[in-house]
Nanobody, 129 residues
Framework: QVQLVESGGGLVQAGGSLRLSCAAS????????MGWFRQKAGKEREFVGA?????????AYAESVKGRFTISRDNVNNMVYLQMNSLKPGDTAAYYC?????????????????????WGPGTQVTVSS
């Protein structure tokens, strides 16, 4: 099992940027794909993006954030990041970091919530208009 803690959320104006961080501890971090999900008030949790176990260009994004959000990982320091640019009020949500259940999965195979077995407590992002 891996323990995850997100940070970096807050209040930002539309058009602004935030970078979320996720610190991981526990099992070998580098062997697992990592994902970011979000949950808007009164809605189901939804996929935002994922990065495969090998990192680098192995990423996948929801259409709603493609071109604005970027996921990266630092396997030396067991960190995952979500850089969010051009934020919109519709991006307001609680953001969650998650670790995939299986080793060596690629980003496009890591987009389903049920495939992730470890979750952080979440960090709130609020975008004002």
């Amino acid at each position: 099992q891996v323990q995850l803690v997100e940070s970096g959320g807050g209040l930002v104006q539309a058009g602004g940027s935030l970078r979320l961080s996720c610190a991981a501890s526990g099992r070998t971090f580098s062997n697992y794909a990592m994902g970011w999900f979000r949950q808007k008030a009164g809605k189901e949790r939804e996929f935002v993006g994922a990065i495969g176990w090998s990192g680098r260009s192995n990423t996948a994004y929801a259409e709603s954030v493609k071109g604005r959000f970027t996921i990266s990982r630092d396997n030396v320091n067991n960190m995952v990041y979500l850089q969010m640019n051009s934020l919109k009020p519709g991006d307001t949500a609680a953001y969650y970091c998650a670790a995939h259940r299986l080793k060596y999965t690629i980003a496009t195979m890591s987009m389903i919530e049920d495939d992730f077995g470890s979750w952080g407590p979440g960090t709130q992002v609020t975008v004002s208009s």
